[in-house]
Each structure stands twice: as C-alpha cells, then as structure tokens.
C-alpha cells in the first residue's frame, strides 16, 4: 500500500509554501503536519521600537518577514518570530553565554510569557493575515551549577529566553499554559488555520 501524505483537513491541495525562518524547530513542526516547504530565511531588522510591547513586535517582526519573502512565483510564504518576555522586558537569542547565563537566571523559578506570532503572505501583491500565540511557562529554581552545565551544551544559544522546551531545556520548566508548539516556535493550531485560510482563498 503506498504511503499516504498526512495532512490537516483543508490542507490536501496546498503546495509550494515558503518557509522565512531559518529554525530547524519551524520546519521539522511543518513536516509533522505533512509539509514540505521551501526554506527562505529573511534577513530584516529586528529592532524593537520605541514603546513598542512585545506583542506588537513579535507581529510585526513575523509580518515583515512574511511580507519579504513573498515573491510572484511563490503564492504563500509563513513568516514567525518568537520572544520570551517577563515585566515587559524582551528576551531573544543569546548573545553569547554571558547573556544566556543571566537570562537563564533571570528566569529561573519565576513564570514567564512565550509569544509566538505567525503571518502569511498569499498572492501577488500579498494580502497578510496574521496571528498571536501567548503560552505562560514556569521554570524551575535552577542551581548556577545546573545552568552552567546546560550552557555548555549550546543548546541555549539559538533560542529565544536561552532554552528549548523540546530539547535538554525540558528539564528546566515545570509547567506551561498554553501552546507547546508555540513555545517551540511555531503555534500549529494558528499556523493551521492560517493555511486552510489561504487554501480556500486559492480554490475561490
């Protein structure tokens, strides 16, 4: 019997999807609902503005990207960005250990917020819908030695607030309310439904 493509409903016709994100996280969440996109990472100016909250950034930041990466020859491109935020303050990816250490320290038994947003750009010139996944997570009372070790291991340092929940980084959060795949970095429930979105626009 030949092997069947798994996809959600609504998403049985849905080809060449542009993926601007370089995370192997966002691509391999992808191919878990049956897609196959091609990989475009965008390079865009990710300063946060003046006064601007994380959840307007994080928007704006996967919209831009959305919007950059589409082109004529390509009919959607999904664009996502994610940041971990506490008392207002945003936290990317890690500078540099330094920078990982602190946040990991600043985190550390307190709870904070993860939010992920996802935009898709369809069409030539692209009409852009987006969305917001905010999930709580709590982290553990880490000991210095155990933030040191994790660290070492580099896994903090391509992520935002320093650690991956679906890596080595599990060990460090006791509970989330939310989306895990938005911690991840890709809300699937949102991304879905955006897709399905786009694909009833394209059969119209």
């Given amino acids: ?18 993926l601007a994100s370089q995370s192997p996280r966002r691509l391999a969440l992808l191919r878990q609902i049956g897609l196959e996109p091609e990989v475009a990472p965008q390079d865009v100016d990710e300063t946060q503005r003046p006064g601007e ?10 919209q831009t990207k959305a919007q ?3 082109s004529p020859e390509v009919p959607l491109c999904l ?33 904070h917020q993860v939010l992920t947003a996802i935009a898709l750009a369809v069409g030539d010139p692209p009409i852009i ?4 996944s905010t999930t ?7 000991t210095d ?12 340092m391509d992520k935002a607030g320093a650690y991956g929940i679906q890596g080595l980084g599990a060990f460090l959060i006791t509970r989330i309310d939310g989306s895990y795949t938005g911690v991840m970095g890709l809300p699937l429930f ?5 897709l399905q979105w786009a694909s009833r626009l394209h059969l119209a």
């Fill in 79 to 111: 664009g996502a960005d994610t940041v971990v935020t506490m008392d207002g303050e945003v936290f990317g990816k890690p500078q540099d250990a330094m920078q990982a250490r602190q946040t990991l320290k600043m985190l550390a038994g307190r709870s």
């Fill in 129 to 132: 819908r987006s969305a917001v």
């Fill in 136 to 142: 709580t997570v709590w982290m553990n009372t880490a």
């Fill in 145 to 156: 030695l155990e933030i040191d070790a994790y660290i070492a291991t580099s896994e903090p």
């Fill in 68 to 70: 950059t990466g589409a």
């Fill in 53 to 62: 909250t994380p959840r307007d950034y994080v928007e704006r930041m996967a």
């Fill in 1 to 18: 019997m030949a092997d069947v493509l798994l996809r959600p409903p609504g998403l049985e016709h849905l080809s060449h999807l542009r």
């Fill in 190 to 194: 949102e991304t879905v439904v955006l």
